[in-house]
Every structure is written in C-alpha cells, then in structure tokens.
C-alpha cells in the first residue's frame, strides 16, 4: 500500500492549462481504470472531479479532464482561473476493496 | 441532497479508544458501500477502511488492521469507526466517504479531528 507519485506542486495563470501526473504500479493505477481526482481548499473535505479515469461528476466543469497511460495518470486542467487553487489528490483502486492515494499536488494559480 | 455528517471526534490519550459516527442522509444509504479516509495534519490522504453495503465485506489500511473496527446500522442510515489502542500517528481528521462503485469517493462528509496526545 505505497503512496500514488504525485508532483508536490505545479503552477499556472489564469487561462492557461496544467497536468498534474499520477504514478503508481501495475497493481493501482495500471491494473484498473478506477482512478480518482480530488480538489481540496484549505480546510475543506475532498471534492470529487475525476471518476475513473476520465469522467466527470455532474456540475464538475468540462476544464477538468483525465486521462491514463500504462502506470500513469493524469489530471488536465485547462483555462486555469483563481478558484481551481488547490490542493489535488488522486487515488487508485489497488484490489480486494482497498484504495491509495497520492502525496497531494499543490496547484497555485499565479 | 446527500450529507454525511461525522461525530465522536476528540482528544484522547496514547492507548485509548474512541468511536466515531457518520450520519447518512440524501440517499439510499443501504444501497451504498462507505469508506473511512483520514487525513494527518498538513499531510495527505490515507484510506483507511471499507464497508459493503451489507456489511458482508469489510478491509482495513495495515497501519489500522486489528485495532479499527468498521461498522454500519443500515435501519439508522449510520456509518461507525471503532478506534483503539490508539497511537499518536492516528491523529487526523476523519472522513466518511460514500464509495461511486470503486471509481471514486462520490461524497464526502466535514471531518472529525481526532487527536492522540497525553
């Protein structure tokens, strides 16, 4: 149950698009297409963008996209604006009904 | 609308027990399987434990395995995490998380801080 490899941060401004990776094994994130997307503010529960892989919740903005190669995803956010600054988190099924998450991606908008 | 409302949070010594609560509301809360998922202050998010919507299968994370005890009461649309033998990295807060097949973590509740500290 090792920790999914996320960037611990990236960086964008408003209009422009950021990827945020997602690295784990062929026993998380390549063995299954059951990969999340969370954002976080500060003091604030996870918010579900990314269901997996590549859907999107209803009432999630179409700027939010996801995509999966191999051992890796990803997590697009394109027309970056002041709100999407946040911390994100993706989390892949490993199994026998267990899940892990990444270290977290800070996302600042500048 | 779906909330899921956490409760029985606290301060509590190393070795000690605490049960927290998470009240269901908005939906067929039978219907659903849940998850536990804390999160240690300033750091990020770990699973912890998962319940079917029957209880019929129940897996904890291994850093709670033996010591958590998930629980569910589907007539009081309630969700329960048993905690013991607590240690001071048990500190965090804790999330009740409404589990969309195995493809995400659909809702979540508030969180309740537990803190492990003599």
């Known amino acids: 149950q090792s920790a999914l490899t996320q960037p611990r941060s990236v960086s964008g401004s408003p209009g422009q698009s950021v990827t945020i990776s997602c690295t784990g094994t062929?026993?998380?994130?390549?063995?299954?297409?059951?990969v999340s997307w969370y954002q976080q503010h500060p003091g604030k529960a996870p918010k579900l963008v990314i269901y997996?892989?590549?859907k999107r919740p209803s009432g999630v903005p179409d700027r939010f996209s996801g995509s999966k190669s191999g051992n890796t995803a990803s997590l697009t956010i394109s027309g970056l604006q002041a709100e999407d600054e946040a911390d994100y988190y993706c989390c892949s099924y490993a199994g026998s009904y267990t899940w892990v998450f990444g270290g977290g991606t800070k996302l600042t908008v500048l | 609308e779906v909330q899921l409302v956490e409760s029985g949070g606290g301060l509590v010594q190393p070795g000690g027990s605490l049960r927290l609560s998470c009240a269901a509301s908005g939906f067929t809360f039978s219907s659903y399987s849940m998850n536990w998922v804390r999160q240690a202050p300033g750091k990020g998010l770990e699973w912890v434990s998962f319940i079917s919507s029957t209880s019929s299968t129940i897996y904890y994370a291994d850093s709670v395995k033996g010591r958590f005890t998930i629980s569910r009461d589907n007539a009081k649309n309630s969700l329960y995490l048993q905690m013991s033998s607590l240690r001071d990295e048990d500190t965090a807060v804790y999330y009740c998380a409404r589990v969309l097949n195995r493809g995400g973590l659909d809702y979540w509740g508030q969180g309740a801080l537990v803190t492990v500290s003599s």
């Open positions: 997996e892989v590549t």
């Open positions: 062929s026993s998380d994130v390549g063995g299954y297409n059951y």
